[in-house]
């Protein structure tokens, strides 16, 4: 199975910021990679998917990249409704695989 | 408006069987392939099963191959998971998730809210 790691694992920041979380594959998966979202209590919430396309309906301030292994989130200016824990997800091939989550916080 | 409810979550002896369900509306169900994830409490997601639009093609998770079949009704817009030979470790929230454009394999584009499986004694 492919393998995703997130990096970091946890990360504090201040509204306004700008902040990019990392995603690394064990593989090459080509662009078949997702962002996902998921506030406490919440269900999963797609951001971006094909490592660049934003989802419909969600803010300009999140952009994601990367191609092949390297991939990155990015939040250009944090808001209150930001925090929250960030996944990466694959589909290049099944097993379909999750990053282990990164958990943003307030400062 | 899609919409994904899952229902059927409940607390289970070590051993024992649960069936879940989701059901979906605001799309045409038989044309969209349907997933389970689940989430361990305070844990990461792990993808379970899948099964196509039309109920053909099916994939597994290694945890779960062999005591977990996932299945469809398009009749009724549901989709199930039947959980056999239940352990500790299944012990999650589990989600259903629909592929994105009607393909096989794609990203998660909707989400059902979640129901709570507790596997213990």
């Known amino acids: 199975a492919i393998q995703l790691t997130q990096s970091p694992s946890s990360l504090s920041a201040s509204v306004g910021d700008r902040v990019t979380i990392t995603c690394r594959a064990s593989q090459d998966i080509s662009r078949a990679l997702a962002w996902i979202q998921q506030k406490p209590g919440k269900s999963p919430k797609l951001l971006v998917h094909?490592?660049?396309s934003l989802q419909s309906g969600v803010p300009s301030r999140f952009s994601g990249s990367g191609s092949g292994t390297d991939f990155s989130l990015t939040i250009s200016s944090l808001q209150p409704e930001d925090f929250a824990t960030y996944f990466c997800?694959?589909?290049?091939?099944?097993?379909?695989?999750f990053g282990q989550g990164t958990r943003l916080e307030i400062k | 408006e899609v919409n994904l409810l899952e229902s059927g979550g409940d607390l289970v002896q070590p051993g024992g069987s649960l069936r879940l369900s989701c059901a979906a509306s605001?799309?045409?169900?038989?044309?969209?392939?349907m997933n389970w994830v689940r989430q361990a409490p305070g844990k990461g997601l792990e993808w379970v099963a899948l099964?196509?639009?039309?109920?053909?093609?099916?994939f597994y998770a290694d945890s779960v191959r062999g005591r977990f079949t996932i299945s469809r009704d398009n009749s009724k817009n549901t989709l199930y998971l039947q959980m056999k030979s239940l352990r500790v470790e299944d012990t999650a929230i589990y989600y259903c998730?629909?592929?994105?454009?009607?393909?096989?394999?794609?990203?998660?584009?909707?989400w059902g809210q979640g129901t709570l499986v507790t596997v213990s004694s």
């Open positions: 605001g799309f045409p169900f038989n044309t969209f392939a």
């Open positions: 997800q694959q589909f290049n091939t099944y097993p379909i695989t």
């Open positions: 099964m196509s639009g039309g109920g053909g093609t099916t």
């Open positions: 094909d490592a660049s």
């Open positions: 998730a629909r592929v994105g454009l009607g393909f096989l394999l794609n990203w998660f584009d909707s």
